[in-house]
T-cell receptor
Framework: AQKITQTQPGMFVQEKEAVTLDCTYD???????LFWYKQPSSGEMIFLIY??????QNATEGRYSLNFQKARKSANLVISASQLGDSAMYFC??????????????FGQGTRLTINP | DGGITQSPKYLFRKEGQNVTLSCEQN?????MYWYRQDPGQGLRLIYY???????QKGDIAEGYSVSREKKESFPLTVTSAQKNPTAFYLC?????????????FGNGTRLTVT
C-alpha cells in the first residue's frame, strides 16, 4: 500500500505567489517523521524541512513552512513568495522505521513545480 | 566542505556486465543508503548500512550488492542479475539515531545499460 501520496504531478505558479504542495501519508505508528526534499534538474536532493509527529508547532524554515494536520494525515509544504529558482521536483517522505539508528524513508512520487516569470 | 561524493556522474555499460558505483562521505555519518530513482518516480531504497561491516536489504535489493568496509565508503554493485538497471542512483548518509536526522544526498550517478 502506498504510504505517501502526492496528488499533484505538476504545478504552475506565477513568480512571487505562494504555492502549496500536497502530501498525505498513511501510518499506524504514533511516532514518525515527515521530510520535504527539493530536486533541481541537476539531480541532487536538497533537504528543506522536517516535521515530527509529536511536534506541537508547524515547522518553518525561511520561506518554507509545513502545514501539518495530524488528524487528516497531511503534511503540505507551503512556499511563500515563490522565485524562479524554486522550479524543481519536490518530494515528500516519511520515516518509516528506524533500525539501529538508520532511517528508512519512503518517498512520494513527487510534484514538479514550475515558476513562471 | 563536508559532503557526499558520487562518481562517476554518468556511467554506460553493456548488458551482462557488473558495474560498481562509488559513494564517499566526509560527514562522519554512521548510516549510509542507496536509492534508485526511475523517470518521473520517487526514490526506492536498495540497501542501507547502520554501521561499518553491517548492512541491510531495502525494498528492491535483488540484483544489487554492497559493502561497508570503511565508515566513509558505501559502494554499490549493479550485477547482471538486475533486470532493469538503467536508472538514476542516489547515495545518502545520516547521523545514526535521533528523531531528527535528515538524509544528506550526493549528486547521483546516472547509469545506462544497453
Amino acid at each position: 500500500a502506498q504510504k505517501i501520496t502526492q496528488t499533484q504531478p505538476g504545478m504552475f505558479v506565477q513568480e512571487k505567489e505562494a504555492v502549496t504542495l500536497d502530501c498525505t501519508y498513511d501510518t499506524s505508528d504514533p511516532s514518525y517523521g515527515l521530510f520535504w526534499y527539493k530536486q533541481p534538474s541537476s539531480g541532487e536532493m536538497i533537504f528543506l524541512i522536517y516535521q515530527g509527529s509529536y511536534d506541537q508547532q508547524n515547522a518553518t524554515e525561511g520561506r518554507y513552512s509545513l502545514n501539518f494536520q495530524k488528524a487528516r494525515k497531511s503534511a503540505n509544504l507551503v512556499i511563500s513568495a515563490s522565485q524562479l529558482g524554486d522550479s524543481a521536483m519536490y518530494f515528500c517522505a516519511m520515516r518509516e522505521v528506524q533500525i539501529q539508528g538508520a532511517q528508512k524513508l519512503v518517498f512520494g512520487q513527487g510534484t514538479r513545480l514550475t515558476i513562471n516569470p | 566542505d563536508g559532503g557526499i561524493t558520487q562518481s562517476p556522474k554518468y556511467l554506460f555499460r553493456k548488458e551482462g556486465q557488473n558495474v560498481t558505483l562509488s559513494c564517499e562521505q566526509n560527514l562522519n555519518h554512521d548510516a549510509m543508503y542507496w536509492y534508485r530513482q526511475d523517470p518521473g518516480q520517487g526514490l526506492r531504497l536498495i540497501y542501507y548500512s547502520q554501521i561499518v561491516n553491517d548492512f541491510q536489504k531495502g525494498d528492491i535489493a535483488e540484483g544489487y550488492s554492497v559493502s561497508r568496509e570503511k565508515k566513509e565508503s558505501f559502494p554499490l554493485t549493479v550485477t547482471s542479475a538486475q533486470k532493469n538497471p538503467t536508472a538514476f542512483y542516489l547515495c545518502a548518509s545520516s547521523i545514526a539515531g535521533g528523531r531528527y536526522s535528515p538524509l544528506h544526498f550526493g549528486n547521483g550517478t546516472r547509469l545506462t545499460v544497453t
